[in-house]
């Protein structure tokens, strides 16, 4: 008989990623932790944001995040992950709206004409995320992993669906393990 100690615990992994957003590269960075039980099974959470943020456009989410990971006790192992969960974005986006034409001068009581005008404004939207994602991790140490994947966005529940599109996207991500 054999008897060994099981490891578990609370580990953080700050996390990187590489994407698409609103048709544009971008970087996501962030971190995902919790509870590794017996180095395989993980519960925790998550959140992302953009790193290039600004007033016309930008991106937050999080949520739980389930996981598997094999091979912990070797040189290299694989983990499966996913995250559901919630965020929000800001887009600039084109609206069409008319606005009532002013009164010809020489007939002062005929009625305005509508005329159509394009807009740009702001869309701040709130969406629900599944990203499931896949990686392989080297131990570099007792307690420190590198690890290394690729992910997709899946997001809904925006106002309008064209949002949906313009938020959702394959992800390829690094990132650090520190725990048990």
């Known amino acids: 008989m054999t008897v060994e100690r099981i490891e578990s615990g609370f580990f953080i992994a700050p996390d990187f990623k590489i994407t698409e957003f609103d048709s544009q590269t971008s970087g996501l960075a962030g971190f ?6 017996d180095k395989t099974f993980l519960i925790g959470g998550a959140g ?18 389930v996981g598997w990971l094999v091979h912990t006790d070797r040189r290299v192992g694989f983990a499966a992950k ?17 606005v009532p034409s002013p009164p010809p001068v020489v007939r ?8 159509p005008v394009t807009a740009t404004v702001h869309f701040h939207d709130d969406f629900f995320v599944f990203e499931p994602e896949a ?13 290394g994947g690729v992910s997709y966005r899946v997001v ?18 690094v990132g650090l393990q520190i725990g048990p």
């Open 32 to 37: 995902y932790g919790g509870w590794l039980e």
């Open 48 to 65: 992302y944001w953009l790193t290039d943020w600004s007033h016309n456009r930008g991106m937050g989410y999080g949520g739980l995040v």
């Open 82 to 98: 996913s995250l559901i969960g919630g965020g929000q974005a800001t887009l600039l986006g084109q609206v069409l709206t008319y």
């Open 108 to 115: 002062p009581r005929t009625p305005p004409t509508l005329v």
């Open 135 to 147: 990686n392989v991790f080297a131990t570099l140490g007792r307690h420190l992993r590198l690890t």
């Open 156 to 173: 809904a529940g925006t106002e309008r669906s064209d949002i949906d599109n313009r938020i959702r996207g394959l992800a390829g991500t």
